[in-house]
């Protein structure tokens, strides 16, 4: 049954086979990357809300890691996007004074702007809900197998709250680099009002932000949604199309990957899973400098490394990050063909 409307069971979009369920996070050594579990990807889609889920998931394997969204902190563009949110939504309902949770909070930095702003803010790194007046709730649903549950519980103890999610709009008429195995469901903005509607909430307003990417909603316990009744979306996924395309044009290149996260991730497992094509992935987290991303075991380089690694192309999964990564480049002195698989 489809855990947005509960009202038809899925029907098969998409088979990725097995991915890396310790996408996002990095490994010692190649062996050890080599060896981190892989969990198989079926996509199957809802056709009455057009919600898409991944039938083969296993929760056994993978859990909620609120760090997911903490790495991406690490980008200034990322970081004035959601701290301009949280600035947005204080401004919007006179939240100062008033007591602000964050939900699978992962990094303090909205915690600490809200803080600054007047709020009586908190957050948890799961998705333990206690008494507040409003809760953000920012990447977490796609996360659960049950989503209901938790917006259900937000609502037995708060009156507003601000959603938001990966569009599927995005990650299933893309490339799909997003589309990674600790993603149990891909929300469009039918099957999100669906899912809201079911748990109580009134949708004050929806919407799609940072290059349409992703999909957000600013929610009332009471009151009617404003949203008009909106129809199911169709995918036709290029997932094959794009991979294919990637094996043929590296080749003969001296090219790396920007951004070790989920994305990167996926790029190298779908596209080099034998780790030949690449030289490496760069990446800004310290953390992550000098390991390996899971299964395919491509090594994470500082973009200090490469003037002398001096590569010809530099391949980029998220294109809101371009004009960033151009400059930081620029800033190194070099001038790499720039391209956004």
Same mark, same amino acid.
């Given at each position: 049954?489809?855990?947005?409307?509960?009202?038809?069971?899925?029907?098969?979009?998409?088979?990725?086979?097995?991915?890396?369920?310790?996408?996002?996070?990095?490994?010692?050594?190649?062996?050890?990357?080599?060896?981190?579990?892989?969990?198989?990807?079926?996509?199957?889609?809802?056709?009455?809300?057009?919600?898409?889920?991944?039938?083969?998931?296993?929760?056994?394997?993978?859990?909620?890691?609120?760090?997911?969204?903490?790495?991406?902190?690490?980008?200034?563009?990322?970081?004035?996007?959601?701290? !301009?949110?949280? +600035?947005?939504?204080?401004?919007?309902?006179?939240?100062?004074?008033?007591?602000?949770?964050?939900?699978?909070?992962?990094?303090?930095?909205?915690?600490?702007?809200?803080?600054?702003?007047?709020?009586?803010? @908190?957050?948890?790194?799961?998705?333990?809900? @206690?008494?507040?007046?409003?809760?953000?709730?920012?990447?977490?649903? +796609?996360?659960?197998?049950?989503?209901?549950?938790?917006?259900?519980?937000?609502?037995?103890?708060?009156?507003?709250?601000?959603?938001?999610?990966?569009?599927?709009?995005?990650?299933?008429?893309?490339? !799909?680099?997003?589309? %990674?195995?600790?993603?149990?469901?891909?929300?469009?903005?039918?099957?999100?009002?669906?899912?809201?509607?079911?748990?109580?909430?009134?949708?004050?307003?929806?919407?799609?932000?940072?290059?349409?990417?992703?999909?957000? *909603? +600013?929610? @009332? @316990?009471?009151?009617?949604?404003?949203?008009?009744?909106?129809?199911?979306?169709?995918?036709?996924?290029?997932?094959?199309?794009?991979?294919?395309?990637?094996?043929?044009?590296?080749?003969?290149?001296?090219?790396?990957?920007?951004?070790?996260?989920?994305?990167?991730?996926?790029?190298?497992?779908?596209?080099?899973? *034998? !780790?030949?094509?690449?030289?490496?992935?760069?990446?800004?987290?310290?953390?992550?400098?000098?390991?390996?991303?899971?299964? *395919?075991?491509?090594?994470?380089?500082?973009?200090?490394?490469?003037?002398?690694?001096?590569?010809?192309?530099?391949?980029?999964?998220?294109? *809101?990050?371009?004009?960033?990564?151009?400059?930081?480049?620029?800033?190194?002195?070099?001038?790499?063909? %720039?391209?956004?698989?």
């Amino acid at each position: 049954m489809c855990p947005a409307c509960a009202l038809t069971s899925l029907t098969p979009l998409a088979d990725l086979g097995g991915m890396p369920v310790a996408c996002g996070n990095t490994f010692p050594t190649p062996v050890h990357a080599r060896l981190s579990p892989r969990g198989q990807m079926l996509l199957a889609a809802c056709q009455s809300c057009g919600h898409v889920a991944n039938v083969a998931f296993d929760p056994s394997l993978a859990h909620f890691d609120a760090t997911f969204e903490a790495a991406l902190f690490h980008s200034p563009t990322y970081t004035e996007y959601a701290t !301009g949110v949280v +600035e947005r939504l204080v401004k919007r309902y006179t939240l100062e004074g008033r007591r602000v949770l964050e939900v699978a909070s992962g990094a303090p930095v909205l915690v600490d702007r809200l803080v600054s702003l007047g709020c009586q803010a @908190s957050g948890v790194p799961d998705t333990t809900v @206690s008494a507040s007046d409003f809760v953000l709730a920012r990447f977490v649903l +796609e996360h659960l197998a049950d989503p209901f549950a938790l917006l259900r519980d937000i609502r037995k103890h708060a009156t507003h709250a601000f959603i938001e999610v990966p569009d599927a709009g995005y990650d299933l008429t893309t490339a !799909g680099w997003d589309c %990674i195995y600790p993603h149990v469901g891909y929300f469009s903005a039918a099957s999100l009002s669906a899912l809201l509607a079911r748990a109580g909430w009134a949708v004050l307003e929806m919407g799609t932000a940072f290059n349409d990417q992703y999909l957000w *909603a +600013e929610v @009332s @316990s009471t009151g009617l949604s404003n949203l008009d009744s909106l129809s199911p979306p169709t995918y036709e996924p290029r997932f094959t199309e794009a991979t294919e395309h990637w094996r043929a044009f590296l080749p003969g290149r001296r090219a790396v990957v920007w951004g070790a996260g989920t994305r990167g991730t996926m790029f190298c497992n779908r596209v080099d899973p *034998a !780790g030949t094509m690449l030289e490496g992935v760069v990446d800004r987290n310290p953390a992550k400098h000098g390991r390996y991303l899971p299964l *395919a075991g491509h090594r994470v380089l500082s973009p200090a490394e490469l003037p002398n690694l001096r590569p010809d192309t530099v391949v980029l999964t998220n294109p *809101a990050y371009r004009n960033e990564i151009a400059a930081e480049l620029s800033s190194l002195g070099l001038h790499p063909e %720039i391209l956004v698989a």
